[in-house]
Every structure is written in structure tokens, then in C-alpha cells.
């Protein structure tokens, strides 16, 4: 579900919603993903906005996927 309201936020209005979905920028070698928590599930991600594509690398438990 919160990886539809990502889509349709980032579609329809252009904005990542950072704050409503748990969105944070990462870094070290994550750099330029972003990851969504869901729960204690993680989502790492990227959105290429040229292309208007939502590529998804990683689902996993935060110990996991880190």
C-alpha cells in the first residue's frame, strides 16, 4: 500500500513525500538510494525521474538489509 502512495504522490503531484511515508535519503554505500520504512520492514529504492521509473533493490527486515 505505501509503495502505491509513493507512486501515485511522485505521478500525480511530483513530490517525494519524505515525511508521510518514512522516506530517508541514504549514504555510505547506499549512497543515492532512498529507503521507506514500513513496520519493521525496509524498502530500499530509487526514483529516476527522466525516465519516471521506481526501481526497487531491497525489501527486508532492518537487520537485513543494511
Avoid: T
Avoid at 549512497?31 to 530500499?44: A, E
Avoid at 521509473?53 to 525489501?59: A, K, P, S
Amino acid at each position: 500500500m505505501k509503495l502505491k502512495e509513493l507512486v501515485v504522490a511522485v505521478a500525480d503531484e511530483g513530490i517525494i513525500p519524505f515525511r508521510e511515508l518514512q522516506i530517508k535519503m541514504l549514504d555510505g554505500e547506499w549512497k543515492r538510494f532512498m529507503r521507506m520504512r514500513v513496520g519493521p520492514i525496509r524498502v530500499i529504492f530509487q526514483i529516476h525521474k527522466e525516465s519516471d521509473e521506481l526501481f526497487i533493490y531491497e525489501i527486508d527486515f532492518r537487520g537485513g538489509v543494511y
